[in-house]
């Protein structure tokens, strides 16, 4: 059952690391990254260093999915430098996606309640503004983009952006930890405002206090609800794993293979 879950899920892993430690374990455990593309990676590694990684997991037969940064950025911010500066870095990223054609590259709207709350209909035109010819991009592609909850308080402003771009190249990576520490809305009430667009899921755990990226299990999360929802649908988006340390990973997996829901998911896959 572990190796199973295994070969139907995806682990979180920065460039840096898998490039520099991780890929023999990657290898021996048939391990499919999600591969965490941020600035210093952009700025860093060359269109070569990723070749070799796309190259390796390629022939071993291995899924890629890709995460997009997000540290500074203001997809939908207000000062047009800082935008056009968030655009840039964007489409540095976008312009690998030929290379890894990946699944899905998941990226965050950078919508905060408490930045942004007054001015939510010029958020909405700016971010629009930001993410269209990216989506234009990816026509003719199989990537589609996904925008995961981070600090969104309710599905809202999510909805409304992806009702906006109105395409079926964009869809909605449900973050359980986030959605625990950050929001002020049930698990029920995301899931049913959002599940049409659902297409992964980032599964990691915390206690309500904080975005802790602990092992499932290690904190407070009943991801049966997730489980029970996406089967009762009849739902199969990715599933991450996005624990931020190696044990916890395993310890995830574990506490995934000891759930009856979880298990008839990936079973049906």
């Avoid at 291995?62 to 870095?89: C, N, Q, W």
């Avoid at 209909?121 to 993410?131: D, L």
């Avoid at 802790?212 to 649908?233: P, Q, R, S, T, V």
């Amino acid at each position: 059952m572990l190796e199973h879950i295994l070969k139907n899920i995806q682990i979180s892993i920065p460039f840096k690391l898998l490039k520099d430690k991780y890929m023999p374990l990657v290898l021996e455990n048939r391990v499919n990254p999600e591969i965490g593309i941020d600035g210093g990676v952009i700025d860093t590694y060359s269109r070569t260093d990723f070749s070799e990684i796309v190259s390796v997991l390629r022939r071993e037969g291995l899924s890629i999915t890709l995460h997009g940064p997000f540290y500074d950025l203001v997809p939908g911010g207000m000062d047009k430098s800082m935008v056009k500066a968030t655009r840039e870095r964007l489409r540095q990223v976008f312009d690998l996606i030929p290379l890894f054609e990946p699944s899905f590259i998941v990226c965050h709207t950078g919508y905060d309640k408490n930045r942004y709350n007054k001015i939510r209909n010029e958020w909405v035109e700016t971010s629009v503004e930001t993410w269209s010819p990216l989506v234009e991009d990816l026509k003719g592609t199989q990537t589609i983009l996904l925008f995961e909850n981070v600090y969104e308080r309710t599905p809202d402003m999510l909805n409304r952006l992806l009702c906006r771009l109105d395409s079926e190249k964009v869809g909605f990576c449900f973050d359980a930890g986030h959605m625990t520490a950050f929001s002020e809305t049930a698990v029920e009430d995301w899931l049913k405002a959002m599940g049409p667009f659902l297409k992964e899921v980032h599964l990691h755990d915390n206690d309500g206090t904080w975005d802790d990226h602990l092992a499932i299990g290690a904190g407070e999360i009943d991801f049966d609800i997730l489980f029970k929802y996406l089967e009762d649908n009849h739902l199969r988006p990715i599933i991450t794993l996005e624990a931020h340390v190696k044990g916890w990973i395993w310890q995830s997996v574990e506490a995934l293979s000891k759930s009856d829901c979880f298990r008839r998911i990936v079973q049906t896959s």
